[in-house]
């Protein structure tokens, strides 16, 4: 699948989260230094943007605001309840000052 330009990295605030919505995904996209991640935006317990949450930088994680939720940016799993499910993990990558986002994650890839 082809990537899809969300943002220019530069623009992203280190340390923090900002919600996308593109081609019906709802993303959070978090810069931490020179990495960025990005996983869905919705919380796994309830609905509530992640993006809005605060991030870990020392963990990779964020955490949902509403409940305290944690979720990792890497995997997208919870380490923190309520939430029990995980999250989707995008692939990402900054190509020339663009953050580009593939937007099948695993737990949406077809099956073989």
Do not use: N
Not at 47 to 73: M, N, P, Q, R, Y
Request: charged fraction near 20%.
């Amino acid at each position: 699948m082809t990537g899809i330009v969300v943002g220019r990295f530069d623009d992203l605030p280190d340390g923090g989260a900002t919600r996308v919505d593109v081609d019906g995904h709802r993303l959070s996209v978090v810069r931490i230094a020179d990495a960025v991640y990005v996983i869905g935006d919705r919380c796994s317990h309830a609905d509530f943007s992640l993006s809005e949450g605060e991030v870990d930088a020392d963990t990779c994680h964020i955490e949902c605001w509403k409940h305290g939720s944690s979720f990792s940016l890497v995997t997208g799993e919870p380490d923190v309840l309520p939430a029990t499910q995980p999250v989707p993990v995008y692939d990402a990558a900054v190509v020339d000052g663009d953050v580009v986002v593939t937007l099948t994650s695993a737990s949406e890839a077809p099956s073989a």
